[in-house]
């Protein structure tokens, strides 16, 4: 059964994108990053490009590719922009997806939609959390966020491990943990593939 897999982050810089290729690696899944803003030169779809060794993944084109690295409503502006949602076409394709989103949820891509008006009813969505001080808030508040919204979730933690904050996370969320990506001296297709193994039953 094909699987469609938004990931998400509680803030920007949490991990996201490695975690999208450890998912994307493990189901050998397309890959699809709708809204692109800033470091064109390095993008995420290039970053996960380095990162998968399997030969079935396709890399799908942005929807939106903006210049400047900031929230996408207002990278669109200076691009002389306005971000539409109807634009945002997913990609035809019978593999698995992996989805991965700008920020986190409440993002604004234009005065009246964020990115969770592009999350579709039938994604599994993977929030990435990684602690900092006020990351419980911010996991809780896009857990609950996403629940009442009634999509399946399910949480991957980053960096180094805090238990107090993971088990509470875990008790009031109350949602599938996939696993930690632990805080790696670097990122390769070694380590994509060995967290990627390591994620894998709980991903199919």
């Given at each position: 059964?094909?699987?469609?897999?938004?990931?998400?982050?509680?803030?920007?810089?949490?991990?996201?994108?490695?975690?999208?290729?450890?998912?994307?690696?493990?189901?050998?899944?397309?890959?699809?990053?709708?809204?692109?803003?800033?470091?064109?030169?390095?993008?995420?779809?290039?970053?996960?490009?380095?990162?998968?060794?399997?030969?079935?993944?396709?890399?799908?084109?942005?929807?939106?590719?903006?210049?400047?690295?900031?929230?996408?409503?207002?990278?669109?502006?200076?691009?002389?922009?306005?971000?539409?949602?109807?634009?945002?076409?997913?990609?035809?394709?019978?593999?698995?997806?992996?989805?991965?989103?700008?920020?986190?949820?409440?993002?604004?891509?234009?005065?009246?939609?964020?990115?969770?008006?592009?999350?579709?009813?039938?994604?599994?969505?993977?929030?990435?959390?990684?602690?900092?001080?006020?990351?419980?808030?911010?996991?809780?508040?896009?857990?609950n966020l996403l629940k009442e919204k009634g999509f399946k979730v399910s949480i991957i933690?980053?960096?180094?491990?805090?238990?107090?904050?993971?088990?509470?996370?875990?008790?009031?969320?109350?949602?599938?943990?996939?696993?930690?990506?632990?805080?790696?001296?670097?990122?390769?297709?070694?380590?994509?593939?060995?967290?990627?193994?390591?994620?894998?039953?709980?991903?199919?």
């Amino acid at each position: 059964m094909q699987q469609k897999i938004f990931v998400t982050g509680i803030s920007t810089e949490v991990g996201k994108t490695v975690a999208s290729a450890i998912i994307t690696e493990a189901l050998e899944a397309d890959y699809w990053k709708p809204v692109q803003a800033g470091d064109l030169e390095n993008s995420d779809s290039h970053k996960i490009e380095k990162y998968i060794s399997n030969t079935k993944t396709k890399i799908h084109p942005n929807s939106y590719a903006l210049n400047t690295p900031m929230s996408p409503h207002a990278s669109a502006a200076i691009d002389n922009l306005t971000i539409k949602v109807e634009e945002i076409q997913e990609p035809s394709t019978k593999n698995h997806l992996v989805i991965e989103g700008a920020g986190g949820i409440l993002v604004p891509l234009n005065d009246e939609h964020t990115i969770l008006d592009i999350i579709k009813s039938e994604y599994h969505v993977i929030v990435v959390s990684r602690h900092y001080l006020g990351s419980i808030n911010h996991t809780l508040l896009t857990v609950n966020l996403l629940k009442e919204k009634g999509f399946k979730v399910s949480i991957i933690f980053s960096g180094e491990q805090h238990p107090t904050t993971e088990n509470i996370i875990e008790k009031m969320t109350n949602v599938p943990i996939i696993g930690r990506i632990d805080e790696e001296p670097y990122i390769d297709q070694n380590v994509i593939r060995e967290y990627a193994e390591l994620f894998k039953s709980k991903l199919t």
